[in-house]
């Protein structure tokens, strides 16, 4: 992926409401954010399909380690995927904000589990993006 462009996009109606809906009950705020998120799952999925579920993922996650537990959350999730999870890089980006880019190499629907999880934290997180790269099958 490289540098965001702007695109215009046209939406019925009824898919912005469902859109914007989505988004509201996810905890996204900004909505070419998590348009690009559904748009980065989607084209997974396609991925998933014609390599034979096997993917690399690198997810970049910039969060306030001051808001409600979201280290700990963070923290907690890559225990329990231990198992997906290759390496994890830690950055201080400034007296509140980290960035984590989290290695995880397995089965598409393991790793994108783990992503979904990731999403669910709604405090504290202020982006978040996933790269995956399709693997042969292991």
């Known amino acids: 992926m490289g540098r965001a462009r702007r695109v215009s996009l046209a939406l019925d109606e009824e898919l912005l409401r469902t859109v ?16 690009n998120s559904l748009l980065a799952n989607a084209l997974a999925g396609i991925i998933e399909e014609t390599t034979g579920g096997y993917v690399l993922s690198l997810v970049v996650l910039m969060y306030d380690h001051e808001l409600g537990d979201v280290e700990k959350n ?13 390496v994890t890089t830690h950055v ?47």
Do not use: W
């Open 20 to 35: 914007d809906g989505l988004m509201v009950k996810q905890g996204e705020i900004n909505r070419s954010r998590f348009i």
């Open 74 to 86: 963070v923290t907690d999730l890559q225990h329990e995927f231990k198992d997906l999870i290759r």
């Open 92 to 138: 201080h980006v400034g007296d509140r904000d980290c960035v984590e880019v989290i290695h995880a190499m397995g089965e598409y629907g393991k790793v994108q589990e783990l992503v979904s999880r990731l999403s669910a934290i709604k405090k504290g997180i202020k982006f978040m993006r996933v790269i995956n790269i399709p693997l042969k099958t292991q």
